[in-house]
């Protein structure tokens, strides 16, 4: 069965570094999301992507936050200066088409120190 | 923004008891997902919900999406070890919003 993978599954950087996670979506899916999650807390949506732009992103995706689709598989999140309030798990999604199913990937945990 | 309120917040239970849980959001929703984390994993996705009203089953799981399009159930019925995890309600809309919102979660216990 199709899935949506993710790596690394564990990164730790410092503070001021630059990391990017990486997220291959489901073959045939056209909608990509990212999301966090604070250790114990809910899922926050971060940014969603459709058709090589942004769509609609969050509070939390400020300037230090971007997305790409370099080519036709991978999906990636880039920090560019990390923060320890950063430190978090991330997940990627995909859907099929607009408003249908979302499925995530295992995560990537963040770690800032 | 928006806000969903799930309940309850944990559940101990014995191994064949059902389970109920809901989620209330103060806006509507297109969609409602219910899905289960385990720890140090992704959301999988168990059911999704279209239709105000709609009644829907996967296995022992079934969940409802309220007519009002406010609020959502999940039950399990006669729950097994593996039914152990953190149980989180996803509302989607309501106008091609595509991101989903995050219920606060239901961590499910069962008791030996």
């Known amino acids: 069965e199709p899935e949506v993978t993710q790596t690394p599954s564990h990164q730790v950087t410092q503070m001021g570094q630059e990391v990017i996670l990486r997220c291959v979506p489901i073959?045939?899916?056209?909608?990509f999301y990212w999301y966090r999650q604070i250790l114990g807390q809910k899922v926050e949506f971060l940014v969603s992507?459709?058709?090589?732009?942004?769509?609609?992103k969050s509070e939390i995706f400020d300037d230090q936050f971007s997305v790409e689709r370099p080519d036709g598989s991978n999906f990636t999140l880039k920090i560019r200066s990390t923060k320890l309030e950063d430190s978090a798990m991330y997940f990627c999604?995909?859907?099929?088409?607009?408003?249908?199913?979302?499925?995530f990937g295992p995560g990537t945990r963040l770690t800032v120190t | 923004g928006q806000q969903l309120n799930q309940s309850p917040q944990s559940m101990f239970i014995q191994e064949g008891e059902d389970v109920s849980m809901n989620c209330t959001s103060s806006?509507?929703?297109?969609?409602w997902l219910w899905y289960k984390q385990d720890p140090g994993e992704g959301p999988v996705l168990l059911i999704a919900?279209?239709?105000?009203?709609e009644l829907t089953s996967n296995g022992r799981l079934t969940a409802q999406f309220g007519i009002t399009r406010k609020d959502s159930f999940l039950n399990i019925s006669a729950s097994i070890p593996s039914d152990v995890g953190i149980y989180f309600c996803?509302?989607?809309?309501?106008?091609?919003?595509?991101?989903?919102?995050f219920g606060t979660g239901t961590r499910l216990t069962i008791i030996p």
């Open positions: 999604a995909s859907s099929e088409v607009e408003g249908s199913e979302q499925y």
């Open positions: 073959s045939n899916h056209l909608y």
């Open positions: 992507f459709y058709n090589n732009e942004i769509s609609e």
């Open positions: 806006s509507i929703f297109n969609t």
């Open positions: 919900l279209y239709k105000a009203g």
């Open positions: 996803a509302g989607q809309g309501p106008f091609g919003n595509e991101k989903l919102t």
